[in-house]
C-alpha cells in the first residue's frame, strides 16, 4: 500500500510536468495529489497499514494500546504540516498583495525609468544583480515577485521574457543562500542553532557568487540575450505614467517587505505575521493617499487592494498548497528503519544516500540536486534529525548552499521558481530544456568553489 502513495506522487509530479501538453492547470494535479495522497494515508492508518512520525520524531500506529491517542497524534501531525504550509502560503499572498498594491500605483515604474539600457545583456546583468541582492535582503521568493512583475513592465516580448525569468529564479536562489533571512532553508538551520549569520555569509557568500556569475556569463553569449530589447516605453500607454502616489508607494512597500525579517528578530515570531503587519501599513496608507489630484470617489477603486488581491494568481497559491501537502504525507509516512529506529520516506532517501555514498560533500551536493523535485525544506529539516554536528560546521554551511541553489534545477524546485512559474505561465519543460543546464554549471561551480574553500580554510 505504500507503492500507492508513492506512484501518486510520481503521477501527480508527471501531470504538473506536462500541464500544457494536457491543457490543464498545474494546480488541478497538485491538488490531486496532495488530498488523495493524505486520504489514502488516513485510511491505511485507520486500518492498521501504515505508521506515521511527526515532526518530533513520535511514531504513531493504530494497532499500539490507546486507540484514541493515536488517531489524534495522525491528526495533530496534519495540524502541524497544514500550519507550516499555512506559513508559507500566507507569506506569499501577502508578499503578492504588497506587489501588486505598488503596480497599482505605478511605482515600479521609478525603477523601469531607471533601467535604461536597450542592450539584452546589460538587462540581463541588471536584472540578475538586482535579484542577487534583493533575495539576500528580503528573501529569494519575494525578489522574485518583485523582479517578474517589473520584467513584465520592461519587455513586451514573452518569449524573451521567459529567458530572464529563468535566470532570475537562479539569482535569487543563490543570492537567498549566503544570508539567514534569504531562504526558509537557511532560517531554519539559522533558528535551530546549526549556523551564525556571519558564519553562513562567510564562508557560503563566494560559492553564491559563482553560482549566479557562472551561468550568468554563459547566458550573456546565447541568442535570446544577444542584440537590443523591445522595451514597453517604445509603446505609448498614459496607463504607464507615473501617479502622484507612486515613489510613496514604491517606498512604503520596499520598506513593509524589508522589515519583515526586523519584526522576525524583534519579536520572535514567524515571518509570516510580519508580512502580514506590513501588508496592513501598506494597505492603511492606500486607503488614504492621492493617487491623482481631483480624484472622483466613483474612481478610486482603480487603486484599492480590494483590486490589487483580485490580482493575485490564486492558481499558484492553490499549486504550492498541494505540492507541499503532498511532500508532508511523505515526510509523515513510516517507510522504514534506520539502526532500528522508524523514520519518514523523505529521511529515509536521505539516509540510504548517505550510507551508499561515503563522501559527505557528494551526499550533500544529491541531496541538493533532488531538492529540487521534492522540496529543500523537509531535506534540510531530515539533515538537521541526521547530524549532529557543531555550530558553523562545515557540512551546515553546504547544506544551505546545496538546498539553496539547487532548486533552481527545476522550475518546480523552489519557492522562487514556483511563484516565476505562475506569474510568467513557464513550462516546466521549457524550463528543462533551456534553463536547467545553466542552472547546473552554476550549481557545481558554486559546490566546487566551496569545497575548495572548505579544503584551504576550514582544514
Known amino acids: 500500500m505504500i507503492a500507492i502513495i508513492i506512484v501518486i506522487f510520481v503521477l501527480g509530479y508527471l501531470c504538473i510536468t506536462l500541464e500544457h501538453p494536457l491543457k490543464l492547470d498545474k494546480a488541478v494535479p497538485a491538488l490531486l495529489m496532495g488530498t488523495l495522497m493524505w486520504a489514502i494515508l488516513a485510511i491505511g492508518f485507520n486500518l492498521g497499514w501504515f505508521s506515521i512520525i511527526d515532526a518530533h520524531e513520535h511514531v504513531f500506529n493504530i494497532h499500539k494500546a490507546d486507540i484514541a491517542a493515536q488517531q489524534e497524534g495522525f491528526k495533530l501531525n496534519l495540524i502541524h504540516h497544514f500550519s507550516a504550509t499555512a506559513e508559507i502560503l500566507f507569506f506569499l499572498i501577502g508578499a503578492m498583495t504588497i506587489v501588486e498594491i505598488i503596480d497599482l500605483h505605478r511605482g515600479f515604474s521609478i525603477i523601469k525609468n531607471g533601467i535604461t539600457t536597450k542592450s539584452k545583456r546589460k538587462l540581463l546583468w541588471t536584472l540578475g544583480i538586482l535579484a542577487f541582492v534583493l533575495s539576500a535582503i528580503i528573501d529569494n521568493l519575494t525578489a522574485t515577485i518583485i523582479l517578474i512583475t517589473l520584467l513584465k513592465k520592461i519587455l513586451v516580448r514573452r518569449n524573451y521574457r521567459l529567458w530572464f525569468a529563468g535566470m532570475i529564479i537562479i539569482a535569487a536562489n543563490a543570492g537567498g543562500a549566503w544570508s539567514p533571512i534569504g531562504d526558509v532553508t537557511t532560517t531554519m538551520l539559522w533558528i535551530n542553532g546549526k549556523v551564525t549569520a556571519l558564519g553562513l555569509s562567510e564562508y557560503v557568500i563566494a560559492p553564491a557568487l559563482a553560482c549566479f556569475v557562472v551561468p ?28 502622484l502616489s507612486s515613489r510613496t508607494m514604491l517606498w512604503v512597500g520596499i520598506s513593509g517587505i524589508v522589515f519583515v525579517p526586523i519584526f522576525k528578530m524583534l519579536t ?94 557528494v551526499v ?69 530544456k533551456k534553463i536547467t543546464w545553466l542552472a547546473l554549471v552554476g550549481f557545481l561551480s558554486g559546490a566546487l568553489l566551496f569545497i575548495l574553500i572548505e579544503k584551504f580554510f576550514y582544514s
Do not use: C
Open 216 to 243: 550568468f556569463v554563459i547566458a550573456g553569449g546565447l541568442k535570446p540575450f544577444r542584440g537590443k530589447a523591445i522595451r514597453k516605453e517604445l509603446i505609448r500607454d498614459t496607463k504607464t505614467q507615473r501617479l
Open 268 to 361: 520572535g515570531l514567524p515571518p509570516y505575521l510580519g508580512m502580514m503587519f506590513s501588508l496592513a501599513v501598506v494597505w492603511l496608507v492606500s486607503e488614504y493617499i492621492k493617487p491623482e489630484k481631483n480624484l472622483p470617489q466613483s474612481e478610486k477603486h482603480r487603486y484599492s487592494t480590494h483590486k490589487a488581491l483580485s490580482r493575485i494568481e490564486f492558481s499558484s497559491i492553490l499549486f504550492f498548497l498541494g505540492i507541499l501537502l503532498a511532500v508532508a504525507a511523505l515526510e509523515s509516512l513510516v517507510y522504514g528503519s534506520i539502526s532500528g529506529t522508524e523514520v519518514g520516506t523523505l529521511r529515509y532517501v536521505a539516509e540510504s544516500i548517505s550510507k551508499t555514498v561515503p563522501n559527505m560533500d
Open 364 to 432: 550533500v551536493i544529491l541531496l541538493g540536486a533532488l531538492s529540487a523535485l521534492i522540496d529543500n525544506v523537509p531535506m534540510v529539516a531530515a539533515t538537521m534529525g541526521m547530524y549532529t554536528f557543531e555550530v558553523d560546521h562545515p557540512i551546515w554551511h553546504f547544506i544551505a548552499y546545496s538546498a539553496g541553489t539547487g532548486g533552481s534545477l527545476l522550475v518546480i524546485g523552489s519557492a522562487a521558481g514556483v511563484a516565476a512559474m505562475g506569474m510568467e505561465k513557464i513550462d516546466f519543460i521549457w524550463y528543462l
